[in-house]
């Protein structure tokens, strides 16, 4: 069959066309699903990478605050007493014989309780309402009641906190020296910047052997005299009446206490 000029034309027009659709369906319009199915995937993975950063600032602001805890529990926990000292007897009695060294007065005896946990209590004054049923009658436009709120305010917050407890030891030593080097000695105590306590002092006069000899050597009295020696020996008792330079012996218990100290925390993000 011969095909005449028209028809051929018609017949590349045709091929043309199919071409076109067939090229149309078999890359074109893969390719366009594939476009789409990227932008999604892109889509995606935008929301991912904000949520990242989201977390990646949050971990930021986490490991500061766990920076800013651990600088502040340096700061709470430079009162107490070092921990590794507080453990060792032999360390500790090095330290507290410094202070006896500095203010000249002698070490005679000293003993170290065992290290054990020490509640730590909270002082203050509670807040005590007199005759509360008259306050009530007279509180007709209840503006008593709300002063007593905040009076008590203070008080309650501090009785309901929880008393917590840190480690301690007992410290007691008996010192002997000048009354004036004796007071040094607790002054020296006193300017410790840590937790150190002294809880109980006792003093007594030493009396030196010239003394002790003579009144080994007076005769016995009657009552009268009696009387005025108990009064004398009384009187010597009194702090107030000793002289700067009265040798005392002193009864002194102090009281260390000591916490663990934190670790340095590793916020540092470990990379592979």
Same mark, same amino acid.
Do not use: H
């Given at each position: ?31 366009r ?7 999604a995937?892109?889509e995606?993975?935008? &929301?991912?990478?904000t ?20 600088d ?49 209590n ?20 209840? +503006?008593?009641i709300?002063? %007593? ?12 906190? &929880?008393?917590? &407890? ?7 030593? +008996? ?19 840590? !937790?150190?306590?002294?809880?109980? %002092? ?13 009144? !080994?050597?007076?005769? !016995?009295?009657?009552?009268?005299? &009696? ?14 009446n000793?002289e ?5 012996? !002193? ?22």
């Amino acid at each position: 069959m011969k095909l005449t000029y028209r028809d051929k034309v018609i017949l590349a027009v045709v091929l043309a066309v199919a071409i076109c659709v067939g090229g149309f369906f078999g890359l074109i319009k893969p390719k366009r699903q594939q476009i789409k199915d990227n932008q999604a995937n892109l889509e995606t993975l935008e &929301n991912e990478k904000t949520e990242i950063e989201r977390k990646i600032k949050r971990i930021k602001k986490v490991e500061d605050n766990i920076n800013t805890t651990w600088d502040d529990s340096k700061k709470n926990t430079a009162v107490f007493v070092d921990e590794e000292l507080i453990k060792q007897p032999k360390l500790l009695d090095e330290y507290m014989y410094n202070y006896a060294e500095k203010a000249d007065v002698r070490v005679m005896e000293l003993k170290v309780d065992e290290l054990a946990t020490s509640a730590i209590n909270y002082y203050y004054k509670p807040y005590v309402e007199v005759a509360t049923a008259l306050r009530e009658n007279a509180d007709i436009n209840g +503006t008593m009641i709300q002063k %007593v709120a905040e009076d008590s305010a203070d008080s309650m917050y501090i009785s309901s906190r &929880n008393v917590e &407890n840190i480690m301690s030891v007992r410290y007691g030593l +008996t010192v002997e020296g000048a009354l004036e080097n004796v007071w040094d000695y607790l002054k020296e105590i006193e300017k410790v910047n840590e !937790a150190v306590i002294v809880t109980s %002092v006792s003093m007594s006069e030493v009396e030196d052997e010239e003394k002790e000899d003579d009144k !080994a050597a007076t005769p !016995a009295g009657g009552q009268n005299q &009696n009387a005025q020696q108990q009064q004398e020996e009384e009187d010597s008792d009194q702090p107030q009446n000793w002289e700067k330079d009265t040798i005392v012996e !002193a009864n002194i218990v102090i009281q260390l206490y000591s916490v663990y100290e934190m670790e340095e925390p590793d916020t540092k993000m470990k990379k592979d």
